[in-house]
């Protein structure tokens, strides 16, 4: 019998997760595969979902149609807001998650969508024949799939250490895949090794909690998600305690039996999740590290000790953990270690997460060299849109950096060497103050519904909202405060604020004392629900800097505009300095932006390609 | 992207000429036109016949008089660089054709770079392929020559003092970065009166060395110096001792000189444009009146004054007026003190302490060694420059220095109005970058990299 599949989807994490949804909402035939059924959706590190940047991906991945935002909230058992008054481009929101809720609560999702078949299964080779792709199993059993998304996260030839120890594995004592990165390899893609690391896990009744402080969660008006009615649940809390210069000691005292440290790691590990041996080794000034103790899920004695991520040997992890106040008789239920894996090497890659070379393969995740559930997810979506966009032989769907974290992100991922999986980070975006997390359906839903990843209902909502918004916008337009009126003097009670004129309010809003609420109820109108009121406060308080984004965002897609074609040579362009033509011919970047974009190209450069371009148009 | 931009400049050599050519080219040029032209009229222009002349005024875009003009447009397609063109032609002269460009630049458009209408004639196949080849060699060599320009710079005073800028601005800026991007991380939380007081001491800086700039476009594109005075006190004899040739006509009925005379003379290495103006007098001959007013714009202009008096008179209240409402402090020249004198060089020091007053006889060329020196000094000081050379002389460094200097200053306002960190970023940011026009260097990358340099972050 032959078994087809429109897509097939390795790996059953937080990329492939995603793309699967998202193949089987355009209609497509999914296979999406796991090592371990038990395991899907499964996280390896932190029960923590969001932050500033992360957040901003579920926000925008979810109103495209995806789903981590819609699983957070409901397997979030904290929330908080993060920089509430750092200004309204870095708000966000982390959720702490009970991991096995968020796993069943994904499985049972995924279960139900009609297109999808999902199992367990090792994929130990892949082949091209003619237009489809034949994906083998370790059992012996063969699917074919016109297009394929290899989303393996940190699997691929995984190896762990733990101090001297190490042994080939997947995180967390799973399977690692090995076969498939050896049938890859000798298909001519090119990989490099990158590593990250994760804490112990200890257990819950050996901590002294009444030793650290307190960090509840907020009680929230909203989650990440747009579509789901909004659930609060009782918040659980984490702890904060500190490591000192006992801890340090301990650990710059067997620094040598780390493996980064020893040698015996290779991979390149990653700024952004340093582990406790990096961070005391790099900053040896600093007197105490911060260590969050959170919960791993309800139904569960396991705690995570962010903040202590280590390869150490376990006796040592032991013995400094013991020093830290409330972890004196610390017991360990699973030791911290680092891992190494199979990297994609970034220039194969095109900004639609297909494999340069291998028409309907993709790739999405940690394999692309991300770190992080949230960019894996939102990698995902995009390599699982594409792959349906490939299917019907559609134009790449990509986003501008102007447009979307996500677009931000994975134009970095294609035009930078990276030499540490990759973060996503607010200072990344150049347009900042448009790519906010409350707006980010206002951004972006619209595409979702034409990619049919948002349903007829979801959309009608979403047009009733951005309806409201326009009309509040319209009354604060047309609507004026004069001096010595009843409103001004209310005005002037609360804020101080004494008009000397007629002022329409959108003019008062821009005052920096002035908020939206308290114009609402000046005028008697109604607060909206939800962050209708944020969206239309910021659209109009932040209208000058907007407009400056919005400009220089004129100008990037202007560049974008110009591409380069696939088979460009750029060997033949006279004038190009030797790092540009050897850059360029490693990234062949799809278009003049992305050009200017890869380091060690100059405006000079750009300039040469753009007169070779335009001279071999020419008839 | 460069290629995009709508590009202006000066297309007629520099030196003095009867007219002098504008261009301004790219999608916005008509755009650009309808913001800087009127007609004459004053009445604002809405059809752009093609290749039509039209005559025309200049405004700054605050709406003051320039130049009036010849003008007309290329549609896109059908002019030298392919691209939409705009012609403007003004009296020759460079202070001129510059004030026209600069407000050509505030209207939107970008200064070229040397070769760029080339470039783009090119790049719309208004040139023949042959030529191809030759173009991009002139232009990689005119980056190349960039290049080893800002390589000499590099090594040099500006570079450093620029870096120095820079190198406080991040450590402004990357606390600020780092706490956005970890907001549970321990970072010390933004001290605005501290920021405010280091974010004042670099504009400061900035005004330093946009001050020396000044200096540096006057070493560059000569420096004019304006000759007022009552009709008939000698201007035009002066001016002509000083250039060492007759070329005004001076005759001793007032007003003769009805419109400017301007000639540029190198005065000890600084080029001199010096200025004869109508003599400023109340008129009832409408001629004249128009020279008067001009002469009031010119002066407000001007990079120095020098108010001459005929010592054969007394002062008058209209010329104690002109000394004391000149908005720099003119030089006070007393002419004619080869005549028979009511006027005394003690009698003006006595009445404006304050003043530099200098005695010369136009005629016998008394006291004209002594006026040069004084013109020199008042325009750019005892500075050496072969021991201190000004460090910007480039319009395009001036003008990133003013970006970064009004970003700086939005900071201030904006620590003081308890703007959100998201947004101060902003303003920092583009200072930054604004710099790193000057260096090269590439801020995004770099905040990153410091980040994680100074603070120990992540979980």
């Known amino acids: ?619 | 992207m460069n290629e995009l931009d709508t590009i202006a400049a000066i297309s007629t050599p520099p030196g003095e000429g009867g007219i002098g050519i504008i261009r301004i080219s790219g999608e916005d040029a008509a755009q650009i036109g309808a913001l800087i032209l009127r007609h004459p009229s004053g009445r604002k222009i809405t059809s752009w016949p093609e290749r039509q002349v039209r005559l025309g005024l200049v405004m700054s875009p605050e709406g003051k008089f320039i130049d009036e003009v010849l003008y007309f447009l290329f549609r896109k397609g059908r002019s030298y660089t392919g691209e939409e063109l705009l012609e403007i032609q003004g009296h020759g002269g460079y202070q001129n054709l510059k004030k026209i460009l600069n407000s050509a630049i505030k209207a939107g458009a970008r200064l070229a770079e040397p070769g760029e209408f080339t470039k783009r004639a090119f790049l719309n196949g208004r040139l023949d392929l042959a030529q191809a080849e030759a173009v991009i060699d002139l232009i990689r060599a005119q980056t190349d020559l960039a290049h080893q320009v800002a390589l000499t710079q590099l090594r040099g005073e500006l570079s450093t003092v620029i870096q120095r800028l820079e190198n406080s601005l991040f450590e402004i800026l990357v606390p600020i970065e780092a706490a956005l991007d970890y907001p549970e991380d321990e970072i010390p939380d933004l001290e605005r009166e501290q920021v405010a007081q280091r974010i004042t001491a670099l504009c400061l800086q900035l005004e330093e060395l946009l001050a020396q700039a000044a200096q540096g476009v006057i070493l560059r594109e000569a420096a004019s110096v304006v000759l007022a005075g009552r009709p008939n006190v000698g201007k035009s004899s002066l001016l002509n001792s000083l250039l060492g040739e007759e070329r005004v006509i001076v005759t001793p009925i007032p007003g003769t000189t009805r419109d400017f005379v301007a000639e540029t003379i190198d005065l000890d290495g600084i080029p001199v444009r010096l200025i004869d103006t109508a003599g400023l007098r109340e008129s009832e001959d409408l001629v004249e009146k128009a020279g008067v007013e001009r002469t009031r714009e010119i002066i407000k202009e001007a990079h120095l004054i020098l108010v001459v008096l005929d010592a054969g008179e007394e002062l008058t209240a209209a010329e104690e007026e002109m000394i004391a409402n000149t908005k720099h402090k003119p030089l006070i020249i007393l002419n004619k003190t080869d005549l028979p004198t009511v006027l005394s060089v003690k009698e003006l020091k006595d009445k404006f302490p304050d003043y530099q007053v200098l005695s010369v006889s136009a005629k016998t060329g008394d006291g004209l060694a002594a006026l040069k020196e004084a013109i020199r000094e008042a325009l750019i000081g005892r500075r050496d420059f072969e021991e201190h050379p000004v460090l910007v002389t480039r319009l395009r460094h001036k003008e990133a220095l003013e970006e970064a200097l009004a970003n700086l200053q939005s900071v201030a306002k904006g620590l003081s109005q308890q703007q959100s960190e998201d947004l101060l970023a902003v303003d920092l940011r583009a200072a930054l970058e604004a710099l790193g026009r000057i260096t090269g260097r590439s801020v995004s990358e770099e905040i990153i990299d410091r980040i994680f340099s100074q603070f120990c972050l992540g979980k």
Not at chain 1, 64 to 80: E, F, K, P, S, V
């Open chain 1, 1 to 619: 019998m032959r078994k087809y599949f429109d897509v097939a989807v390795i790996g059953a994490g937080h990329a492939g997760c995603e793309a699967a949804n998202a193949v089987a909402k355009m209609g497509f035939k999914t296979l999406l595969l796991t090592l371990n059924y038990n395991n899907i959706a499964f996280m390896p590190c932190n029960p923590s979902i969001g932050g500033p940047g992360k957040s901003h991906l579920i926000r925008e991945i979810d109103a495209l149609g995806g789903i981590i935002g819609r699983n957070t909230d409901l397997a979030h058992i904290q929330m908080r807001a993060l920089n509430t008054k750092k200004g309204p481009a870095v708000r966000a929101l982390r959720a702490q998650t009970d991991k096995h809720l968020y796993q069943e609560t994904m499985r049972k999702y995924l279960e139900k969508q009609p297109l999808i078949m999902m199992r367990q299964g090792e994929v130990t080779a892949l082949q091209r024949t003619k237009d489809l792709w034949r994906l083998f199993l370790n059992t012996g059993v063969s699917y074919e799939a016109a297009a394929v998304i290899i989303a393996t996260g940190t699997f691929l030839r995984g190896k762990v250490h733990i101090g001297s120890l190490s042994y080939t594995s997947g995180p967390q004592g799973q399977h690692p895949s090995l076969a498939l990165a050896e049938n890859l390899e000798a298909q001519g893609i090119k990989f490099k090794r990158f590593k990250t690391g994760s804490p112990a896990r200890v257990r819950k009744r050996s901590i002294d909690f009444s030793k650290m402080i307190e960090q509840p969660g907020d009680r929230l008006a909203h989650g990440f998600s747009h579509w789901l009615p909004w659930q609060p649940r009782a918040p659980v809390s984490c702890w904060l305690t500190y490591t000192n210069e006992r801890t340090h000691q301990i650990i710059r005292d067997n620094l040598h039996l780390a493996p980064l440290y020893s040698g015996a790691i290779t991979g390149i590990g990653t700024r952004y999740c340093p582990s406790i041996e990096g961070k005391v080794a790099d900053f040896p000034q600093r007197e105490r590290h911060q260590v969050f103790i959170e919960p791993e899920g309800l139904n569960t004695d396991e705690m995570y000790v962010a903040g202590l991520s280590t390869s150490l040997p376990e006796a040592i992890q032991d013995e400094f953990m013991r020093t830290v106040p409330g972890l004196e008789n610390v017991e360990i239920v699973r030791p911290g270690y680092a891992i190494e894996y199979d990297v994609v090497s970034p220039e194969q890659l095109l900004r639609s997460l297909q494999l340069r070379d291998c028409p309907g393969l993709f790739s999405a995740g940690q394999i692309n060299g991300t770190s992080g559930y949230e960019e894996a997810a939102a990698q995902g979506l995009i390599a699982g849109i594409n792959a349906g966009r490939y299917l019907s032989g559609e134009e790449a769907f990509v986003l501008g950096r102007n447009e979307a974290y996500i677009g931000v992100m994975i134009d970095d991922l294609i035009t930078k060497e990276n030499y540490e999986p990759y973060r996503i980070m607010t200072s990344r975006a150049e347009y900042r103050l448009s790519l906010r997390q409350e707006n980010a359906d206002l951004r972006l839903t619209d595409y979702g519904y034409k990619l049919k990843l948002i349903t007829e209902q979801e959309y009608e909502a979403f047009l009733q909202k951005k309806a409201r918004i326009q009309e509040k916008l319209a009354f604060l337009q047309e609507n004026y405060l004069t001096p010595d009126s009843r409103e001004a003097q209310l005005l002037q009670e609360e804020t101080g604020v004494n008009l000397q004129q007629k002022t329409s309010l959108q003019q008062v809003l821009k005052m920096p004392e002035i908020k939206l609420p308290l114009l609402w109820r000046i005028f008697n109108k109604e607060a909206s629900p939800g962050e209708e009121d944020e969206v239309v406060e910021n659209m109009i308080k932040y209208q000058g800097y907007l407009e400056r984004e919005e400009k220089m965002a004129q100008r990037l897609l202007k560049t974008e505009a110009k591409k380069i074609p696939a088979t460009f040579d750029y060997t033949a362009v006279p004038n190009l300095s030797a790092e540009a033509r050897e850059k360029l011919s490693k990234f062949r970047p799809e278009t003049l932006g992305q050009a200017g974009r890869i380091s060690g190209v100059s405006p000079a450069d750009l300039t040469a390609i753009l007169i070779w371009m335009t001279r071999n148009n020419q008839p």
